[in-house]
């Protein structure tokens, strides 16, 4: 079992259509928890950083993280064609900073 | 832009030759990371460093080795490259916390 778990999708939804995209972990020590964005072709961007429990929201972007449940969300409120992309979830704990990522999902919005 | 290069940005070589991919930051950051990435794996972690000369194996480290003797640049080499290495490969620096912020990437065809 993958210590990170995340549907690969792909995802396809209507423009303006609400997205949720979620991760799953088995390892209790993760305290970080964060969000990437890719582009086809391009580095992972940081979309959102979070941590511990609680949620955290930034323009359309919203990230939760449930702690006792082993279960991160982002959600993409009113989404747009250009927010396709590939979504990684990413977490860690006290290690050198290192990161456990999810094999991403493919989210396409159409117009 | 997190003011990481990676070169070369794109690379095609034979099984059995070193390779060595450079990754460069403009800042003095102390934790710099190696990852490849593959259909269905997500990221996973090669090498890291925090520090010159201060390095460390990550999830997939067999085959590969690493070299940091300036603050500014991590060396990933593969000693003898194997089609299994085909990958694309990303730098990533932690500034502060634990985000990491990548850069653009090397696609490495081994064939």
């Known amino acids: 079992q993958k210590e990170v778990e995340q549907d690969p999708g792909p995802l396809s939804v209507p423009e303006g259509a609400i997205v949720s995209l979620n991760c799953t972990y088995s390892n209790s020590a993760f305290q970080y928890f964060m969000w990437y964005r890719q582009y086809s072709r391009k580095g992972p961007e940081l979309l959102m950083y979070t941590y511990s429990s609680g949620n955290k929201e930034d323009g359309r972007f919203t990230a939760q993280v449930d702690k006792s449940s082993k279960y991160i969300s982002l959600f993409i409120r009113d989404s747009q064609p250009s927010d396709s992309a590939t979504y990684l979830c990413a977490m860690g704990g006290n290690q050198g900073g290192k990161l456990i990522f999810g094999q991403g999902t493919e989210l396409s919005v159409k117009p | 832009d997190a003011g990481i290069t990676q070169s070369p940005r794109h690379k095609v070589t034979e099984t059995g030759t070193p390779v060595t991919l450079r990754c460069h930051q403009t800042e003095n950051h102390r934790y710099m990371y190696w990852y490849r990435q593959d259909p269905g794996h997500g990221l996973r972690l090669i090498h890291y460093?925090?520090?010159?000369?201060?390095?460390d194996k990550g999830e997939v480290s067999d085959g590969y080795s690493v070299s940091r003797s300036k603050t500014e640049d991590f060396l990933l080499t593969l000693e003898s490259a194997t089609s299994s290495q085909t990958s694309v490969y990303f730098c990533a620096i932690r500034p502060s916390s634990y985000e990491q912020y990548f850069g653009p990437g090397t696609r490495l065809t081994v064939t």
């Open positions: 460093s925090y520090g010159v000369k201060d390095t």
